[in-house]
C-alpha cells in the first residue's frame, strides 16, 4: 500500500513569490494534515482538511492556505513568501478518528 | 493550556543499552498519545500509539511506552538499542473524538538519540 506522497521533495523560491506544495494521503483516508517544521521551532500544526473542507487551523497568517480536492489529494499555498518561511512542510493523512501518517516532506527555502 | 514536553533534548545511550525517552503532557480532554520518529530530512514514522486499554503498549522496532495516567507521562523504553535507532522521537498528544476533535496532534520538541558504538 503506497504511503502519503508529496512534491516536490525541494523547492526553491525567492521572498515575495508563492509557493505551492502538493499532497496525495494514503488510499481511503479522507483527512489531511499540513504541518510546518521550521528550524528551532518544532512541528506546528498549519491546517486540516476532511471531505473537501477546512476544519481547522492553526496560528498562522491567512497567506498560509490550501485547498482538498474531490479525490482527497491536497494543496498548500504560501503566499508572499517570507525568509522564515524556509521550513520542511510536512502533510499527514487520517481516517477520521485515527492515527495520522506522514510523507516525506517538502522542504521550502526562500531566498 | 494543551502541551508536550519531552525534558530531554539530546540522549546518548551506548548500543546494547537501555532506553528511555520522557514525555509529558497537558490536555483537557481524553488523550491519545503517539511516539514517532524521524531521521534527517524524512518524514516521522509512528512508533506507538495509545487511545485506550492496556497501559503498556508495543510498538514497531522493539519500543514499547507506559501510559501513567497519575503522572501525566507517556514514557518510550527500548531494551537494546541499536546503531539504527539514531534518529530523533517526538512525543504527541491529540484528541480523536468524532465531531469535537480538532484534527492535530500536539508535539513535543523532540528528543535527538544519538548512540555510540
Known amino acids: 500500500e503506497a504511503g502519503v506522497t508529496q512534491s516536490p521533495t525541494h523547492l526553491i523560491k525567492t521572498r515575495g513569490q508563492q509557493a505551492t506544495l502538493r499532497c496525495s494521503p494514503i488510499?481511503?483516508?479522507?483527512?489531511v494534515y499540513w504541518y510546518q517544521q521550521a528550524l528551532g521551532l518544532g512541528l506546528q500544526f498549519l491546517l486540516w482538511y476532511d471531505e473537501g473542507e477546512e476544519r481547522n487551523r492553526g496560528n498562522f497568517p491567512p497567506r498560509f492556505s490550501g485547498r482538498q480536492f474531490p479525490n482527497y489529494s491536497s494543496e498548500l499555498n504560501v503566499n508572499a513568501l517570507e525568509l522564515e518561511d524556509s521550513a520542511l512542510y510536512l502533510c499527514?493523512?487520517?481516517?477520521?478518528?485515527?492515527?495520522?501518517?506522514f510523507g516525506p516532506g517538502t522542504r521550502l527555502t526562500v531566498l | 493550556a494543551q502541551s508536550v514536553t519531552q525534558p530531554d533534548i539530546h540522549i546518548t545511550v551506548s548500543e546494547g543499552a537501555s532506553l528511555e525517552l520522557r514525555c509529558n503532557y497537558s490536555y483537557g480532554a481524553t488523550p491519545y498519545l503517539f511516539w514517532y520518529v524521524q531521521s534527517p530530512g524524512q518524514g516521522l514514522q509512528l512508533l506507538l500509539k495509545y487511545f485506550s486499554g492496556d497501559t503498556l503498549v508495543q510498538g514497531i522496532k522493539g519500543f514499547e511506552a507506559e501510559f501513567k495516567r497519575s503522572q501525566s507521562s507517556f514514557n518510550l523504553r527500548k531494551p537494546s538499542v541499536h546503531w539504527s535507532d539514531a534518529a530523533e522521537y517526538f512525543c504527541a498528544v491529540g484528541s480523536m473524538n468524532y465531531g469535537g476533535s480538532q484534527g492535530n496532534l500536539i508535539f513535543g520538541k523532540g528528543t535527538k538519540l544519538s548512540v555510540k558504538p
Open positions: 488510499s481511503g483516508h479522507t483527512s
Open positions: 499527514a493523512s487520517s481516517l477520521w478518528g485515527n492515527e495520522q501518517f
